[in-house]
């Protein structure tokens, strides 16, 4: 089985690929490498993967083994506001000889006084580093130990080497716990997966303190560039599924309810295994939906009746069954979900249905469950990583029930004879609230991953939007909102600077699922009350247009405000006056509280 092996690109395939992206004009993506090993070859496998997502990778080297003195400020430039990402190597042969080297020969009180030293590095470096930089850290982690010093006995101690390894990283994991935008990349896990023996280069250790081999230092810059997707906005939302020999093994229209492959014995296990699986993208936030050849009333038979079954109907937020080809059902679950296709992961067991949607919809991420191999498919799914996130929000955890009731509220708007009508019947309530210490996780993945109505796409970390609620002359605001199929979450952001008389609009955003109700008219009425009485007398905004967020682009010439320029580099600037604020006329609301009103 080559899960992982399929997933390592050729030297050529890296070259070809970097060489390609010449010619290209792609957004820079600065990364800055603090270590105290060579590992200068992962540079190629990061500009590779910057490349697969549409960016440049600019790649500088901090010197070896000085991270303590560049986290500090020894090498200006390195560090800095136009850093995107910092990478931290810390082995540990070099940080500490005696724990990785000499482990048999240290007495309990040295083993114990050399984890603190370790940890105090940490704690410097880390706090070092956020002092110049705001960028993402990603710290590799302390590899677990293949052959520990005190062999057979070592796995029997409290205090052995290995259960040492672990404290090192559960120290690792507190002090970054401790920095917003910090985050640990597991290199055991890389390890795990590819195996020791082909994780270190023992050889070039000696001869250049290179530990890692080209395969390791590929699957790590892999394993960095999840964390990557997840700050520019481009983890993936929906998992799209076939049924037959995809859910389960055979097909349903032709075996039958009771032939289908799908219990607790092999191959039917198989199936379970990978339901199981989709079930824990589900319990993470990820929307499920399904795209089948198939009579419809056939599938829905499996999910309703069979007695082995894990997904339910009330898993699935979108299902297009039919004879359509593919790759029009996932345009139509797309806009059905109100997400881009590049939001869509979609699996199949067909070679022929998956080229076709390669072909019709590149931006759509596949996977193929080879039906001979059925055992593969749940590992497959675990390893893609398109889901991953190195945070998970409390509307994460619930997305999946909020999609199940945005079908509730499309299938009643449908039903509905007017809009106003539709709206009231809705009972909505809105909660606007400044960011806080639960809310700012949510708030900045929303200016992370919100890419169609959104004014301005900046994006901003955990980080970046702590400092931003901190500041005297910024407001941060979310909005909530709740009808009589559920709470919805945290579906607006507004973020709002104040120069003098004039409030400037650098962030509006909103969730597309919580469009067309006029949420986001009341919302932007709330934001300008706000400011005016904070006594500005004017708010400017601007639209900055991308490929996604057309639909905004007439959002603030039609609430009032006027045009005043064209920006340099692209988009338009707009100024509206706050006096004598009026709120819309179709006020269907329910209750709208605000924090700056008693």
């Given at each position: 089985?080559?899960l992982?092996?399929?997933?390592?690109?050729?030297?050529?395939?890296?070259?070809?690929?970097?060489?390609?992206?010449?010619?290209?004009?792609?957004?820079?993506?600065?990364?800055?490498?603090?270590?105290?090993?060579?590992?200068?070859?992962?540079?190629?496998?990061?500009?590779?993967?910057?490349?697969?997502?549409?960016?440049?990778?600019?790649?500088?080297?901090g010197g070896?083994?000085?991270?303590?003195?560049?986290?500090?400020?020894?090498?200006?430039?390195?560090?800095?506001?136009?850093?995107?990402v910092?990478?931290?190597?810390?082995?540990?042969?070099?940080?500490?000889?005696?724990?990785?080297?000499?482990?048999?020969?240290?007495?309990?009180?040295?083993?114990?006084?050399?984890?603190?030293?370790?940890?105090?590095?940490?704690?410097?470096?880390?706090?070092?580093?956020?002092?110049?930089?705001?960028?993402?850290?990603?710290?590799?982690?302390?590899?677990?130990?293949?052959?520990?010093?005190?062999?057979?006995?070592?796995?029997?101690?409290d205090?052995?080497?290995?259960?040492?390894?672990?404290?090192?990283?559960?120290?690792?994991?507190?002090?970054?716990?401790?920095?917003?935008?910090?985050?640990?990349?597991?290199?055991?896990?890389?390890?795990?997966?590819?195996?020791?023996?082909?994780?270190?280069?023992?050889?070039?250790?000696?001869?250049?303190?290179?530990?890692?081999?080209?395969?390791?230092?590929?699957?790590?810059?892999?394993?960095?560039?999840?964390?990557?997707?997840?700050?520019?906005?481009?983890?993936?939302?929906?998992?799209?599924?076939d049924?037959?020999?995809?859910?389960?093994?055979?097909?349903?229209?032709?075996?039958?309810?009771?032939?289908?492959k799908?219990?607790t014995?092999?191959?039917?296990?198989?199936?379970?295994?990978?339901?199981?699986?989709?079930?824990?993208?589900?319990?993470?936030?990820?929307?499920?939906?399904?795209?089948?050849?198939?009579?419809?009333?056939?599938?829905?038979?499996?999910?309703?009746?069979?007695?082995?079954?894990?997904?339910?109907?009330?898993?699935?937020?979108?299902?297009?069954?039919?004879?359509?080809?593919?790759?029009?059902?996932?345009?139509?679950?797309?806009?059905?979900?109100?997400?881009?296709?590049?939001?869509?992961?979609?699996?199949?067991?067909?070679?022929?249905?998956?080229?076709?949607?390669?072909?019709?919809?590149?931006?759509?991420?596949?996977?193929?469950?080879?039906?001979?191999?059925?055992?593969?498919?749940?590992?497959?799914?675990?390893?893609?990583?398109?889901?991953?996130?190195?945070?998970?929000?409390?509307?994460?955890?619930?997305?999946?029930?909020?999609?199940?009731?945005?079908?509730?509220?499309?299938?009643?708007?449908?039903?509905?004879?007017?809009?106003?009508?539709?709206?009231?019947?809705?009972?909505?309530?809105?909660?606007?609230?400044?960011a806080?210490?639960?809310?700012i996780?949510?708030?900045a993945?929303?200016?992370?991953?919100?890419?169609?109505?959104n004014?301005?796409?900046?994006?901003?970390?955990?980080?970046?939007?702590?400092?931003?609620?901190?500041?005297?002359?910024?407001?941060?605001?979310?909005?909530?909102?709740?009808d009589?199929?559920?709470?919805?979450?945290?579906?607006?952001?507004?973020?709002?600077?104040?120069?003098?008389?004039?409030?400037?609009?650098?962030?509006?955003?909103?969730?597309?699922?919580?469009?067309?109700?006029?949420?986001?008219?009341?919302?932007?009425?709330?934001?300008?009350a706000?400011?005016?009485?904070?006594?500005?007398?004017?708010?400017?905004?601007?639209?900055?247009?991308t490929?996604?967020?057309?639909?905004?682009?007439?959002?603030?010439?039609?609430?009032?405000f006027?045009?005043?320029?064209?920006?340099?580099?692209?988009g338009?600037?707009?100024?509206?006056?706050?006096?004598?604020?009026?709120?819309?006329p179709?006020?269907?609301?329910e209750?709208?509280?605000?924090?700056?009103?008693?």
């Amino acid at each position: 089985m080559k899960l992982f092996a399929d997933s390592i690109p050729s030297n050529e395939q890296v070259t070809d690929c970097v060489d390609k992206a010449e010619g290209l004009d792609l957004k820079p993506l600065r990364i800055s490498v603090l270590r105290n090993v060579t590992v200068e070859a992962i540079e190629s496998y990061l500009q590779y993967e910057a490349v697969r997502i549409g960016r440049r990778a600019q790649v500088d080297f901090g010197g070896y083994d000085t991270v303590v003195q560049e986290a500090n400020g020894a090498a200006p430039g390195l560090l800095d506001d136009s850093t995107d990402v910092v990478l931290v190597f810390l082995h540990l042969s070099t940080l500490s000889p005696a724990l990785a080297d000499q482990f048999a020969t240290l007495s309990p009180e040295q083993i114990a006084a050399e984890i603190e030293f370790c940890a105090g590095i940490i704690r410097q470096t880390i706090a070092g580093i956020r002092r110049q930089t705001q960028a993402t850290v990603l710290w590799a982690s302390f590899e677990p130990m293949a052959w520990p010093a005190l062999g057979i006995q070592d796995a029997q101690l409290d205090n052995g080497q290995a259960a040492t390894v672990q404290r090192l990283n559960a120290a690792l994991r507190e002090a970054l716990a401790a920095v917003p935008s910090a985050y640990v990349v597991d290199l055991g896990a890389v390890a795990l997966r590819l195996g020791i023996n082909r994780f270190y280069d023992t050889r070039y250790w000696q001869m250049a303190k290179a530990p890692y081999s080209d395969e390791a230092l590929s699957l790590t810059a892999a394993e960095v560039f999840k964390f990557v997707r997840a700050k520019l906005g481009k983890t993936r939302k929906c998992l799209v599924l076939d049924c037959d020999n995809t859910l389960w093994g055979g097909v349903v229209g032709e075996d039958g309810l009771e032939g289908i492959k799908l219990g607790t014995t092999y191959p039917g296990s198989a199936y379970l295994a990978f339901q199981r699986q989709i079930l824990e993208l589900h319990a993470r936030g990820v929307i499920i939906a399904l795209v089948s050849k198939n009579n419809e009333a056939d599938v829905w038979e499996v999910f309703d009746r069979h007695p082995d079954m894990l997904l339910k109907r009330e898993h699935i937020a979108s299902a297009y069954i039919n004879w359509q080809d593919k790759a029009a059902n996932l345009r139509s679950v797309a806009k059905d979900l109100n997400i881009a296709t590049e939001s869509l992961v979609f699996v199949d067991d067909s070679a022929f249905e998956l080229g076709l949607v390669e072909a019709e919809l590149p931006e759509v991420a596949t996977i193929r469950v080879d039906p001979r191999r059925p055992s593969d498919a749940r590992w497959l799914l675990s390893s893609c990583g398109h889901f991953d996130l190195p945070n998970l929000t409390a509307e994460d955890r619930k997305r999946g029930s909020l999609y199940q009731a945005e079908r509730s509220r499309r299938d009643a708007a449908a039903a509905a004879s007017d809009l106003a009508g539709y709206c009231r019947s809705l009972k909505i309530g809105l909660t606007l609230d400044f960011a806080n210490e639960l809310s700012i996780p949510r708030l900045a993945q929303q200016t992370q991953k919100t890419n169609q109505f959104n004014l301005t796409t900046r994006r901003y970390s955990d980080a970046d939007m702590a400092v931003l609620a901190r500041d005297p002359t910024v407001e941060v605001i979310g909005c909530k909102a709740e009808d009589k199929y559920g709470d919805m979450g945290i579906i607006g952001t507004a973020i709002v600077r104040y120069r003098g008389e004039t409030a400037y609009l650098d962030t509006f955003l909103m969730s597309c699922r919580a469009l067309g109700r006029g949420i986001e008219r009341r919302f932007l009425f709330e934001v300008l009350a706000s400011a005016a009485r904070r006594g500005a007398q004017s708010m400017s905004a601007d639209f900055i247009p991308t490929a996604k967020n057309q639909q905004v682009e007439r959002f603030l010439p039609d609430h009032g405000f006027i045009h005043l320029e064209t920006l340099e580099g692209g988009g338009e600037r707009y100024r509206r006056d706050l006096a004598n604020l009026v709120p819309d006329p179709e006020d269907w609301f329910e209750f709208v509280k605000v924090p700056w009103v008693d």
